[in-house]
């Protein structure tokens, strides 16, 4: 059955899903091409005590696949596509594009990427093409129709897997080229493009498209209108990049087998990530924890919540994680003993459809020889195969969570406008950081029990959360700012904080005061001046609260209220943090950075006020996520206890991880310990 159009066929989560065997997916990345036959051989048992079901091929294989141009070598891969199955294990079939092999490097190495300093990369790692350069489109193209028309009804294939994150960025003449094209399509005219840069200012006004180039090195500041577009240019280009493969793979691929690629954290990839939601069939992400310990669990629930949001709260799938790997400067971290299920179970309690890990067997050599793996460089008699084996049992019961949603009340604002335009240079402190405030406000919800989305601010539907949170809006349109407004109007609780609103989606400045004028009367506040704070600098605040770098003169519009107030300094009596009664609902305003308890405090208030509570009663340190099934007749809690210590929650069900029934008194989690409780509604059969 090919990919049509009848409305009757299976969604691509179900299908794969039924390719599983009705199962959760388990596994990860293997790579039978660095190894031997006895090897395979333990393989094949090892995956079965593991429970894999699931294992991603071919991501850096396309030297073997494709050894010269135009010819192919499938031999290799049809006999371990064929053993995999043998042995019931699906595949999710790779292209191998972000490698390219070393005889593309010489035959086309104006394909290969260059930086905004000038200069040319070369051959010897991975990632190194221009996704601008033709010869490279063609060269993807090409490999993606090869791999489909072998392998698109292969009985090993559940799903396809795009790429492997789409990350270069490339500054040579081919992006130059395509950048200009792209200009046209945006802006149409060179006046248009011309007003929208502001290039009065230091005399760059272009007289032909010819004279605009990327964002290369300059002398100092680079047109900040200009890195905006540049940015948005090359998101959708790598866009485009992935459609002709998916497309390509979708001529020759049954319906149902889901086509993603795998998109990952911010500072990593310069995307805009809801758009490729919009275009996967499964949103599929890589995820590292850039901290140990609780903070580690933390960025697993913000990265699981941010892929589950870019598919518009979908099922997603978790295609990476490391068996033992927490990123921090400088070093790469063990996980603590236990994290593996932890974490595995945090991702699918947040609506993953199953957990894969890079990679099956750790590398003997290359540039990843030390990324951590399922099987280690000890073998499976290690502490790391051992918890591998237990968390694939454990995901092998979870099958009938399948399908299955989360719903969250609260969500943290997320727009890669905002990121590019505040990731810019010459802004009034260096200290602004558009994701670390991100995280900042998700953490402050997941410190309080709430499970969060991500929404975008041109989301229609804002309303279906009662309280929102904008922790960086600094780029904002005059639509966004009106769909705020009438969100508080309508009855939401809204917190935005400092330096919001201050630009519009052309990188102007808004005059007569920021933020954008709908959201100024939703928060009744007019903000007049900016005056960030010195690095050491902490501003105290009437309530008791501290502020720290940044500080901004505010203006209140009636009845807008001080919550709290500046106590020293220039701004001495004036407004810090305000409230507004504003239609049904309130807007909040921070003019400050808020110290972390000062912002758990607001936080504690904000969910109070709009009504918003954790899935379940549960003692601090235990984490309650909960997905719903589509008719709404059942629920699955997930606890996961973070503490050194047992913790009791009262919370009765059937918990799929003990296969037993925990009465209405509830149950004790011991240290590290987790449990899923399966709990019909009320009233249902």
Known sequence: MKRGKDSTAESPVTGLVRRLGGRLAFGGDYNPEQWDEAVWKEDDLLMRWAHVNLVTVGVFSWALLEPEEGRYDFGWLDAHLDRLHAGGVAV????PTASPPPWFTLAHPDAMPVTAEGVRLTHGSRDTYCLAAPAYRQACVRIATALAQRYGDHPAVAMWHVHNEYATVCHCDHAAAAFRVWLRARHGTLDALNDAWGTAFWSQRYGSWEQIEPPRATQWHRNPAL???YRRFWSDLALDAYREQRD????????????TTNLMLPGYQVLDLWAFGREV???????YPAAPGVDAAADTAFGADRARSFGGGRPWLLIEQGANTVYTEGRTLPKEPGDLLRHTLAHIARGS???LFFQWRQSRAGAEIWHSAMVPHAGPDSRVFREVTDAGAVVSRLGELAGSVVRPRAAVLHDSDCWWALDGQGLPSAALDYHRELRRAHRALWDAGVTADLAHPDDPDLGRYPLLVAPA???LSDAAAERLRAYVHGGGTLLVQHFAGVVDERHHARLGGYPAEPLRVALGVRVEEYRPLAADAVAVLSDGSHGTEWSELLRLTDPAEAVARYTEG???GEPALTRHAYGAGTAWYASTR???PSYAALTARLLSESGVRPEAPVPPGVEAVRRHSPAGDRSWLFLVNHTAAPATVAAAGHDLLTARTIPPAGLTLPPGGTAVLRQDAPGSS
Do not use: N
């Open 92 to 95: 999710d079939l790779a292209t």
């Open 227 to 229: 890195a905006l577009d």
């Open 248 to 259: 390509a793979i979708r001529a020759h691929t049954p319906a149902d087998r889901p086509v």
């Open 281 to 287: 069939d499964v949103v599929g992400i890589d995820h």
């Open 353 to 355: 459809e199953g957990a």
């Open 473 to 475: 809006l600094f780029l």
């Open 570 to 572: 220039a701004l001495a």
């Open 594 to 596: 808020l110290d972390d």
